[in-house]
């Protein structure tokens, strides 16, 4: 194919963009700070391929980090998309998608109403405030490596790009707003009952992701979350399950659909973005009527937004929903998983020890051992320094990776036979390059 490694388009956009931006990118993992080079600028996308400004295809197994379920550019999305453009783009006022589209989330999860805002981080950062006002509690526990969004009181030891920088605090947030944040390791039950023991009446909420995808996939142990459900319950605090990654996409529903649905338990309160926004800015929270009741204009906890709700935005969601059925799910699932096995037949032929972790379709490779890896620090422990080298080989024979050893790899129902060989050709060629990696000095 076309030489991937000249992007001369790439390189003049990036230099330009660094003039007029800081590090030249809009959000910070898209930077290729963990894996050297500049970035490619994408030009294009269809199905499961994306373009470049050099005019370089690649198989993308990104996926705009989670919302391009479908592939991109799915005829029933922009059919739906530019129908509803033409009759104009913002109102301010009540519409039609928007009743649609949280009747379709209502439908799929265990919410009993939702609001529906304009990105994730502002999902969970309005889900916290929800549940500080409905208990009249102040504190919030987290754990280290998930990622709830750019919300100040969340970002300690934070997942994503946080760990991709290796940012270690967080400058820009007063010590005063994380004082009340707790924040324990993953998927460790001793730890959550000590905290909650010495300080259960003082915490208003518990968030987590329903299966963490933002320090690499790190799923919960069975019955994990039930524990959670179960203690907060005890103690008078909400259980906030962040489902941004998660739903919509490891089940019609999301990742409560493999535990809470089977077990029989719900959170108070989820939160959603990425697949159920179709590509464009929409997410939501929601959960217990009595806990929503409290948000304004029906109850005294404020929350509001320009763009909420907004027509465009909340049509695309409701197309990818619509369009997001068994058989697509089945497609998804049958393409992630022989993609993961030909991931792992390619390691273990070029000798590099590594953990491939899932959750649902979403999947990340633990590089340089092959334990588990249950938390923030074995995720951390991981041999990082391989992946660039691999990430670098997969690039130029034409796929499109996360840029970072710590993201999932997004897989679509768009991935076919054609997407997953051209896939399965450069694997060799990267893991020998993982094999031969070695450490910075
Ligand atoms: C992406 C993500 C967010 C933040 O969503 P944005 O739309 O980027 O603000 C929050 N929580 C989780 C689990 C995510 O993966």
Redesign the pocket.
């Known amino acids: 194919m076309d030489d991937v490694t000249s992007t001369p388009a790439s390189q003049s956009l990036f230099d330009r963009a660094r003039a007029v931006s800081p590090g030249g990118v809009n959000s910070p993992v898209r930077a290729f700070r963990a894996v050297g080079g500049a970035p490619v600028f994408m030009a294009a996308g269809s199905g499961p391929w994306l373009t470049d400004v050099d005019g370089h295809r690649y198989v993308d197994l990104v996926g705009s980090?989670?919302p391009m379920l479908l592939g991109h550019a799915h005829p029933a999305v922009l059919d739906a998309v530019t129908a509803a453009v033409a009759r104009g783009t913002s109102f301010g006022t009540p519409s039609s998608p928007e009743v649609e589209l949280a009747e379709e989330i209502v439908g799929r999860t265990p919410v009993d109403q939702v609001r529906l805002v304009s990105?994730?981080?502002e999902a969970?950062m309005s889900a916290i405030r929800l549940a500080r006002g409905f208990t009249g509690r102040d504190r919030v526990v987290k754990f280290s490596g998930c990622?709830?969004?750019h919300v100040d009181s969340l970002l300690a030891e934070a997942g994503s790009g946080v760990v991709t920088l290796g940012i270690p605090g967080t400058p820009g947030v007063p010590a005063h707003v994380t004082a009340d944040t707790i924040v324990l390791p993953y998927n460790d039950r001793a730890a959550v009952e000590a905290a909650f023991a010495e300080h259960g009446d003082q915490i208003a909420c518990l968030v987590t992701?329903a299966a963490p995808?933002?320090m690499g996939v790190v799923p919960p142990k069975p019955g994990f979350n039930r524990f959670l459900s179960e203690i907060t319950a005890r103690h008078g605090a909400l259980f906030i399950s962040?489902e941004?990654?998660t739903g919509f996409r490891v089940t019609r529903s999301g990742h409560w659909g493999v535990d809470g649905a089977v077990e029989g338990w719900r959170p108070d309160l989820l939160?959603f973005?990425?697949v159920m926004g179709g590509g464009f800015p929409a997410?939501a929270f929601g959960g217990r009527e009595d806990v929503m009741q409290q948000l304004a204009p029906a109850g005294p906890v404020y929350q509001a937004g320009t763009l909420s709700g907004n027509p465009v935005a909340t049509t695309a969601g409701l197309a990818t929903l619509r369009a997001a059925d068994d058989a697509a799910y089945a497609r998804l699932d049958a393409a992630s998983e022989h993609l993961q096995g030909l991931v792992t037949t390619a390691l273990a032929e070029a000798g590099v020890a590594h953990r491939l972790q899932r959750a649902g379709s979403m999947f990340s490779v633990f590089w340089g051992t092959d334990a588990p890896v249950v938390d923030f620090a074995g995720a951390q422990a991981q041999e990082a320094w391989r992946y660039a080298p691999f990430f670098h080989a997969m690039l130029d024979a034409g796929v499109y990776l996360p840029p970072s050893a710590f993201e999932c790899w997004f897989v679509s129902a768009s991935h076919d036979e054609e997407a997953l060989s051209r896939i399965e050709a450069a694997l060799p060629a990267a893991a020998r390059a993982a094999a031969a990696a070695t450490p910075a000095p």
């Open positions: 980090w989670g990105s994730g981080t969970t990622y709830h969004g992701e995808g933002n962040d941004v990654m939160t973005g990425k997410a």
